[in-house]
């Protein structure tokens, strides 16, 4: 018979410090060879909604199974992420699995295994304000994705098609395309756009694990997933609370827990007929007139408040024409001859000016290298996001290129320090003695000599591009060769 005493996994490892580069490196080699996570294969599914299957048994076996909980550290070891309130890291966790794997393992199937605490962390929200993290222990979040792998496939094709949030084979991108299909296509030209207030905060315990277990009939699984829903919270100031309602955001299981409560409103949605999308908490109701989308927005306020036992934030939500609104970082419309127009939001523009102007500071104490190899990192992660956009945002790259530049170029000039060795600098590069006697003789400040004749003949674009620096617009046209030759 087995300890029926409640326990919480704890490790102390002296003799592996934090940061220890060859535990790191072993990580996907030493458990590379377990069970691969399972892949919802959803192509081909109808737009209607799946039938019930019977109810999933015996699922805590499955995620006590060594294979799983290998499988889930290889996710969790190559996502990496910060210790939780044991400050215990990845590469601790990695370097004694074999002792901890299959200690967790004993536990979960003896019903022993108690979740530790999460620690809270905070991060600044792009619209303003702090968004509260949930870190959970390492071992903790191994558990969290062995359960996220054996129920993903129960849940996964019985969400709805026009979900979008962290699901495989969906993203921003197919979230944007099918927004644009509605407005465009469908003439759609009024959106609902309904900003759920606090809703990870606010998701009621009993009423999820009363979903869940609609499809599942474990009850010693549906006990643990309370259970992590339960753990407490530890401040940073040190203060331990408990957790009576909300799914903590930075856990593997947080982003289905998540959709299968916001799932109910989707299914709501469809059964009237609606054209949405939704990508976690933000939704998107797409409608015809306004007055239809204020109908919709009060009939949806009263269903989320009364079967889902959620608020809407009133300052943010509005109905509205969707070229005005921020959704997943664009601002969807079209155009007077029925073609789709994707732009880049208010909100993006001004987020991406103040990241540019952070990596291109002038006091940075950085070689220009250095700095273009930075700002080449960001540029193409950023791309990789934003290329959806449609034909029409060149305008704005090209602008920011030409920005870019000038900002270079006036790092240029601080670094050169003294008058005397831009002039020579100006002079070496080719620059006439007259043109860089102009500028770098000039009382004027950094920013103002860097759109002068003298620096933009020294530095043109194509040094520039000799130096390796992105070209926004030419990084678009390559994501989109058909439309950049006008093919498409």
Known sequence: MKNSEPWQLSFAFADNPQGNDEVAEEVDGSISEAASLHIANDKGREETRPSEAALATGLLDKVASLATLQAALTTVARNK?????DKQTVEDVVAHA???LPAVSDALLSGNYVPGAIRRAWIPKSGGGRRGLGIPNVVDRVVQQAVLQVLEPIFEPT???????FRRGRSCHTAIAEASKHVTVEQ??????????????QVNHQRLLARMSQRIADRGLLRLIGQMLKAKVVLEEGVCIPTKEG?????????????????ELDWELERRG????????????????????????SS???????????????????????????????????????RPRIQLSQRTLDRFDQRLNALTRRNAGRSLRRIIIDVNTYLRGWMGFFHPCTHDVLRTLHYFDGHIR????????????????????????????????????????????????GMEVGYPTARFRKLGLVNLAALWKEYNPRVADGSA
Do not use: M
């Open 98 to 100: 074999s002792t901890i």
């Open 406 to 453: 000038r900002r270079l170029r006036a790092i240029v000039i601080r670094q050169k320090k003294r008058p005397r060795y831009l002039y020579r600098h100006l002079v070496a590069l080719g620059v006439s003695k007259a043109s860089a006697s102009k500028t770098a003789f000039s009382r004027r400040g950094p920013w103002q000599k860097s759109h002068s004749h």
């Open 159 to 165: 969400f709805h098609p026009s979900s979008h949030g």
């Open 81 to 85: 992420g910060a210790p939780g309130v």
């Open 274 to 297: 609606l054209r949405f999308v939704r990508y976690a908490d933000d939704c998107n109701i797409y409608v015809g007139s306004q007055r239809a989308g204020q109908r919709v927005l």
């Open 300 to 338: 949806i306020r009263r269903f989320l408040a009364r079967r889902l036992r959620l608020a809407i934030n009133e300052e943010k939500s509005a109905v509205t024409d969707p070229w005005t609104r921020h959704f997943l970082g664009f601002r969807i419309g079209g155009t007077w001859t029925g």
């Open 247 to 263: 799914v903590p955001q930075g856990g593997p299981l947080s982003p289905l827990l998540s959709n299968i409560v916001l799932d």
């Open 188 to 201: 759609r030209r009024y959106v609902v756009d309904i900003d759920l207030k606090n809703f990870f905060d």
